[in-house]
C-alpha cells in the first residue's frame, strides 16, 4: 500500500502569469514523474510540496477531461512565494487527491450556473471544463464570474474564447474601466440581473467570503433550493487525511468531508459552531 503521507514526484511542464501585480496569480501544468496520472474529480484539490520550504492546499484547476494537473496559486505566503520564483522542468511533490468532489454524475441532465469571484473561479474551471467536454450530458451551461478589475480576472483568454463560440460566459469588473464592456458591479449584482432559473438547475459558488454570503441570499431570492446551492470551504488543511484537526468543523474534517458541500450542508454544520 501507497504511503499517504509520501508524495509524489512531480515536473512543472508550464507556468503561466495569470494576475501581475502586488496580489500575482500563476497557473502551474505539472506532469507526474515515473507513473501517467492519478485519477481524480473536479472538486478536489491536492497538496503540494515546495522541497525544503513546506507544503501547501491547492484545489485542481483543471478537469480530469484535461491533460495532467494545473494548479493556479495566489502568491500570499512563504510556499507560494517559492513556487512563483520556479519554472518549467523544476520538481514538486504531490499528495493526492483529497478531499470530496463535486457530484458531477449525480447533476446529469440538469443546467449548470457557476458564480466565481477573484482565485475563487479556480475550482470552477474544473467544473464547466468538464460539462463542456461532455455537453450531451448536460443542459445549459451558464458562467458567471467577476473580479475587482479586468487585470486580476483569471483565465482571461479561456473565457473570451468561450465567448466567442458561442457560450453563455457573463463577466464583471467592480468599477468602470476604458473598454470594458461587460457588466461593471459586484458578482451578486451581476446574478441578480441574469436571473437563473432554478428549475433543473445546481448553482456553484466560489469566491471571497462576503461574495459567497450575499450570492447564496441573492440565489435564495431567486427560488433556489438549498439543495441546488453548492460551495466549497477553504480552511487551512495540513495533513490532507482527517488526522491533525488543523481544518476541523464540529465533528467534519474539510480536508475529506469536504470542500465541497452542497448549501443545506453546511448550514447544518454551521449551526454547530
Not at 443542459?139 to 480576472?153: C, F, K, N, P
Request: overall charge positive; charged content about 30%.
Amino acid at each position: 500500500m501507497e504511503n499517504p503521507y509520501v508524495p509524489y514526484k512531480a515536473q512543472i511542464v508550464e507556468v503561466k502569469d495569470e494576475v501581475k501585480g502586488v496580489r500575482p496569480i500563476k497557473t502551474f501544468r505539472i506532469k507526474l514523474v515515473d507513473r501517467e496520472r492519478f485519477d481524480y474529480k473536479s472538486g478536489q484539490g491536492c497538496l503540494v510540496s515546495v522541497f525544503g520550504r513546506g507544503e501547501s492546499w491547492f484545489t485542481i484547476a483543471n478537469s480530469p477531461t484535461r491533460p495532467d494537473l494545473e494548479f493556479s496559486v495566489l502568491k500570499t505566503g512563504k510556499v507560494t512565494a517559492k513556487l512563483h520564483e520556479m519554472k518549467a522542468g523544476d520538481i514538486v511533490g504531490i499528495r493526492g487527491p483529497l478531499g470530496r468532489a463535486f457530484p458531477l454524475d449525480e447533476w446529469k441532465g440538469m443546467n449548470i450556473v457557476t458564480i466565481g469571484g477573484g482565485i475563487g473561479q479556480t475550482p470552477l474551471r474544473a467544473i464547466y471544463q468538464y460539462v463542456i467536454d461532455n455537453e450531451k450530458d448536460y443542459g445549459d451551461l451558464t458562467i458567471i464570474y467577476g473580479a475587482r478589475t479586468s487585470r486580476d480576472l483569471v483565465y482571461k483568454d479561456e473565457l473570451f474564447k468561450l465567448i466567442e463560440e458561442g457560450y453563455n460566459v457573463q463577466l464583471s469588473i467592480d468599477n468602470p474601466e476604458k473598454d470594458w464592456k461587460y457588466f461593471v458591479g459586484f458578482v451578486p449584482d451581476n446574478v441578480k440581473r441574469i436571473k437563473p432559473d432554478p428549475k433543473n438547475t445546481i448553482a456553484i459558488t466560489c469566491g471571497p467570503p462576503i461574495m459567497i454570503k450575499i450570492t447564496l441570499n441573492v440565489l435564495k431570492e431567486l427560488g433556489f433550493k438549498e439543495e441546488q446551492i453548492y460551495t466549497t470551504l477553504e480552511r487551512r488543511m495540513k495533513c490532507g487525511l482527517g488526522k491533525c484537526g488543523k481544518c476541523r468543523i464540529e465533528s467534519y474534517y474539510v480536508c475529506k468531508d469536504g470542500p465541497v458541500f452542497n448549501y443545506a450542508e453546511l448550514s447544518a454544520m454551521l449551526e454547530k459552531v
